[in-house]
């Protein structure tokens, strides 16, 4: 297509419940890119676990006709981008595809916390912005304060807001046109060599991989050979064409241009998101930048609840990891929850995601052991090796040196949390902290964190302490010397394997003491005292106990209650049957849930 | 009475459920409802209509609706109400049954039985006597609510039930304490309640019985406190006594108000501590102990029919959702009737049955039964007899489970008797779980 100076791309950044979707979908509805009858509430957010928190996971694109007010066509590419830091890589190639952004701001609720997070990051690539003030037409709406804030928290110029209901459509025209005038075009040279980023990749049962790109330089065609330049690898383009509500399929992406290429590429696996597409015959000497492997940082076991589900587990996996390539699981058993899988993923966010999927899509039920990093443990025989399950923890007498991933974590807030952020990094073991202020009112806090801190309800946390206010982002930085300790939890005398984990030796104790009063809440009174203890090695470092119940027979067992009360007994042997059955004591899987929830239940 | 104490009484029982109070209390689940003097004569007809329909007369179609019952119950009910032989004569039936075969006890339960009009519950009781076999010495157990007793309705009551052979009453009083009764829900006080245990005494019945309920949530935790409610529980003079602790069931009021939190249960370890404390109260003052929540002041005023739900021996229970068991040839069956007086009735009234389920009870239920009932008395669980009847040797296959009782404290082995211990007695569900959790059972 040579029209590229009709041609923008653009993507939408808010705060979660700021009207993104809803204001998506009215843009696709007013171009008329579809059928009323095919429209779909929400139609960006397809997946149901989206739908339902209200954030975006995968990012989707549509390519909307538009003919503006000068009378000219223009064609806008809308480039839906995720919301959450887990999927920051993500949002940092949609970013990277576009020439601007739109940055909604709810007229009752102001400017938030994760607005400005995602508008440094769109800064940071240099976008050009337009602020758009939604909902207008609640009552409750201010746009006078919206303004300001907007001015005040994010330093744009209030006076380009343009004003908009995404609900009632009001607006809406205003905002494409905003779109038309004010974003630049693409810029680009489509006789250059190829340089396409993939920001997205779908895969579709009867074509393979379809990978979403951005064509920098050069143009793509059907026939053409390419290479991934990260991967080295070569496929034959099959077809190539825009993202409609359907694809449709074009001779050719130009220069600019935003679209789908589908090149025989069996799984998702064959090719890593953010790669650069380049020609085969006459490639481009550099990969664009922002490549960065989808590696798992965060580990956690899966099994399921009952151990007829393993199989049904093991098909949900496969067919998951199809479509997700930074999921990965290997089978990994345990004495008292059997048969499962150690699965990676990118963060925690991702590891619910997928736990959501697995239960709601797949129906299984399942049991996730508490989440772990990837440590790199030096032996003193010199070999070396990456532990990330508690259960292949060497013994510590063979240990030279233990390395955690760091990160760089930043955090954004108002001025006021600084105290408790503060205090919040410090107790995460943060090191090197930084302030910095990007307005009168609003702090950056960075430092360089363990990613092990960060992936026990850290984000919780931080979302408490401010507030809701503050916001965070972090990229992973480099290994540092640690103090790794396994702690194993104790039920009268005999370690859980499942609920042992790995953690830095100054947090061992209150973690063990917590994983001790869960079960102590959990495992159900016993006719004998139960101890639980946490322990590292042989040293006891937290216990509680259980206390023997001394009475459990009901007042009044007669002619009409006998039937009943026998089920009732035989259902509570049936529950005792499933017990798991460690150092005498029967631990309901309840138990296990309850303790391990409260790791990963990180909402 | 005539069974002397000690001689187990291996006759069956006979229960009716009357479903009426005057108000429905907040932790009561049992088959209860309001209604006045309509609802209970249309009641007591429908209860006719059962006694009929399920016992046969003569008639061709009582015979078919025998027939029409579900089959597993049909030989086990004929064993019950007409043992041995089954003419056309019912009354030759009657007479022709053996005495170690009728009815030895007829327990009138609810609900609040002392409600019913003197004559109606006269009337069922003839019913009864004309249509089923009892025993010559059936004794006649009546519930009754203290305010039922007052005055001179309640004397002429007293004469009346007197004069029906009611010879062991059971008297609703529940506490003592006018606080703690109106928490309950009750209709009397402390002292309307004492004035009705001394007239019921005075009344001259073989058995006056005392229900109380310990444990309420914000009962005195201390055990002097509930000591010395037992001693005015004592002091009463009743000949036995029914002591309960507490318990909330979820689809009573007290249920509902524990789910929103706005009742919270007495704790586990202070309920363990007021059952000890009450079976070590009555023991010392005497009593014979002989249930979970059962105290007689000698053997001889213990519930003959009670003991019958504890050792399996067959009972026929009518009304709405009153429950029925019995035994022929090895096979073992309980069935129960409608819950729902209404539905019950019309049932009846459209010629139809109203039981409305039925179990024949495997030998491994009978294990659990036996052991989770047996554990509730002192007297434990005969084992040998348990082998005769299930073919299970539990001394054998679950040997490591009884070791693990006995060291426990909970139980001891007197050849081939189970005893529990008191301690074994207050988790005599657990424990019964436990030794019925072997293989082969």
């Not at chain 1, 779909?40 to 007010?69: C, H, V, W």
């Not at chain 1, 206390?547 to 009943?564: E, L, M, Q, S």
């Not at chain 2, 006694?51 to 003569?58: A, E, F, K, Y």
């Not at chain 2, 015979?63 to 007409?82: F, G, K, Q, S, V």
């Amino acid at each position: 297509m040579t029209h590229r100076h009709k041609t923008r791309n653009f993507c939408i950044i808010a705060h979660i419940d700021h009207g993104k979707s809803t204001l998506a979908d009215r843009l696709i509805q007013t171009c008329g890119g579809i059928d009323e009858r095919e429209f779909r509430d929400q139609l960006l957010d397809s997946m149901d676990i989206e739908r339902e928190r209200g954030i975006t996971i995968k990012s989707n694109t549509f390519t909307l006709p538009y003919t503006a007010s000068d009378g000219e066509e223009y064609t806008l590419n809308l480039i839906d981008t995720p919301g959450h830091v887990d999927f920051s890589h993500e949002v940092r190639r949609s970013l990277m595809s576009c020439e601007g952004a739109l940055l909604l701001v709810d007229a009752s609720q102001g400017v938030e916390a994760q607005t400005v997070a995602n508008l440094y990051l769109a800064l940071e690539y240099d976008l050009e912005m337009i602020p758009v003030i939604n909902k207008i037409d609640l009552p409750s709406a201010d746009v006078e304060r919206a303004r300001e804030e907007i001015d005040d928290d994010l330093g744009l110029d209030p006076f380009g807001a343009v004003l908009c209901s995404a609900k009632t459509g009001e607006g809406v025209q205003d905002v494409l046109e905003a779109i038309v005038e004010r974003l630049p075009a693409p810029t680009g040279d489509s006789e250059a060599p190829l340089q396409a980023l993939i920001f997205d990749a779908q895969y579709d049962a009867y074509r393979g991989v379809v990978m979403l790109c951005r064509v920098k330089d050069g143009t793509l065609r059907k026939g053409q050979e390419i290479l991934l330049m990260h991967t080295q690898k070569t496929y034959e383009v099959e077809e190539v064409g825009l993202l409609k509500l359907e694809r449709e399929e074009q001779d050719e992406l130009a220069a600019g241009d935003v679209g789908y290429v589908i090149a025989g590429v069996k799984s998702v696996r064959d090719i890593t998101i953010g790669d650069t597409i380049t020609g085969k015959k006459r490639p481009a000497p550099d990969p664009l930048p922002g490549y960065r492997p989808a590696k798992p940082v965060v580990f956690s076991s899966v099994y399921p609840m009952g151990t007829d589900e393993y199989e049904d587990l093991t098909k949900a996996l496969e067919k998951l990891a199809l479509n997700d390539a930074a999921l990965t699981y290997e089978k990994d058993s345990s004495a008292a929850l059997g048969f499962g899988f150690r699965c990676g993923f990118l963060g925690l966010l991702h590891l619910e995601v997928v736990q959501e999927r697995l239960e709601r899509e797949y129906d299984l039920s399942l049991l996730l052991s508490a989440p772990t990093v990837s440590y790199r443990v030096q032996l003193k025989d010199g070999e070396e090796m990456h532990v990330e399950n508690p259960a292949l923890y060497p013994d510590p007498s063979e240990i030279e040196t233990t390395f955690e991933p760091f990160i760089s974590a930043a955090i954004w807030m108002p001025e006021r949390y600084i105290g408790p952020v503060m205090e919040l990094v410090r107790e995460r073991r943060g090191v090197d902290t930084n302030l910095r202020y990007l307005t009168q009112s609003r702090v950056e806090l960075t430092s360089k964190m363990p990613l092990a801190e960060v992936i026990f309800d850290f984000y919780d946390r931080l979302k408490s302490v401010t507030q809701g206010y503050g916001s965070f982002d972090y990229e992973l930085l480099d290994e540092r010397e640690t103090h790794i300790v396994k702690v194993d939890i104790l039920v009268n005398g005999e370690p859980v394997d499942a609920l042992s984990q790995l953690c830095h030796d100054s947090v061992a104790r209150p973690r063990a003491m917590r994983y001790c009063e869960k079960l102590a809440e959990t495992i159900p009174r016993q006719q004998f005292k139960i101890a639980i203890q946490g322990a590292i090695g042989g040293k006891i470092i937290a216990r509680t106990t259980i206390n023997a119940f001394r009475k459990d027979v009901t007042a009044k067992c007669y002619g009409g209650d006998i039937t009943r009360k026998r089920k009732l007994l035989e259902k509570q042997r049936e529950g005792k049957r499933r017990m798991k059955v460690v150092g005498a004591v029967e631990i309901p899987q309840s138990a296990f849930v309850a303790v391990l929830k409260s790791d990963v239940g990180n909402k | 009475m005539s069974a002397a104490a000690g001689t187990p009484d291996e006759r069956p029982g006979l229960y009716v459920h009357v479903p009426f109070c005057s108000a429905i209390c907040p932790y009561c689940d049992f088959a209860v409802r309001v209604g006045g003097e309509p609802a209970r004569r249309r009641y007591a007809e429908a209860l006719r209509l059962e006694i009929d329909r399920l016992i046969g007369t003569s008639s061709p179609a009582a015979d078919e609706a025998l027939d029409n019952l579900r089959t597993e119950i049909r030989a086990p009910l004929r064993r019950l109400i007409a043992p041995r032989t089954r003419g056309p004569e019912t009354a030759a039936a009657r007479s022709s049954t053996p005495d170690d075969a009728r009815f030895s006890t007829l327990y009138l339960g609810g609900g609040t039985p002392s409600i019913l009009d003197v004559d109606t519950l006269a009337g069922l009781v003839e019913h009864l006597r004309i249509r089923l076999p009892l025993a010559d010495d059936l004794e006649i157990f009546l519930e009754a609510n203290p305010e039922d007793l007052a005055g001179a309705d309640g004397a002429r009551r007293l004469d009346a039930w007197r004069a029906l052979g009611v010879g062991f009453l059971s008297l609703g009083v529940q506490s003592l304490d006018d606080d703690e009764l109106r928490f309950l829900g009750r209709r009397h006080t402390g002292a309307e309640a004492r004035a009705a245990v001394e007239r019921a005494l005075e009344a001259d019945f073989a058995t006056v019985s005392v229900d109380l309920i310990y444990g309420l949530p914000d009962q005195p935790a201390t055990e002097t406190d509930w000591s010395r409610r037992l001693d005015d529980a004592l002091a009463l003079g009743s000949h036995h006594l029914s002591l309960y602790e507490l318990e909330i069931h979820e689809r009573t009021v007290f249920g509902k108000l524990a789910r929103r939190g706005e009742l919270i249960p007495a704790p586990e370890p202070r309920r363990a501590a007021l059952f000890r404390h009450t079976h070590r109260r009555l023991l010392d003052a005497g009593w014979d102990v002989y249930e979970v929540s059962n105290f007689a002041r000698t053997p001889a005023h213990r519930s003959r029919h009670n003991q019958k739900y504890w050792r399996h021996i067959p009972y026929l229970g009518l009304g709405p959702s009153a429950h029925s068991y019995a035994a022929t040839d090895g096979v073992a069956v309980r069935w129960w009737n409608e819950r729902s007086t209404p539905r019950w009735q019309r049932l009846l009234e459209s010629d139809a049955s109203p039981i409305q389920d039925a179990e024949v009870l495997t030998p491994a239920d009978l294990v659990l039964e036996t052991l989770m009932l047996g554990l509730r008395t002192p007297a434990g669980v005969d084992l040998s007899r348990l082998r005769v009847r299930t073919g299970v040797d539990l001394l054998r296959v679950a040997a490591p489970a009884l070791e693990q009782a006995t060291s426990d404290g909970l139980a001891r082995l007197d050849g081939d008797h189970l005893l529990p211990t008191l301690d074994g007695m207050a988790v005599a569900d657990a424990l019964a779980a436990e030794l019925t959790e072997a293989e082969g059972i």
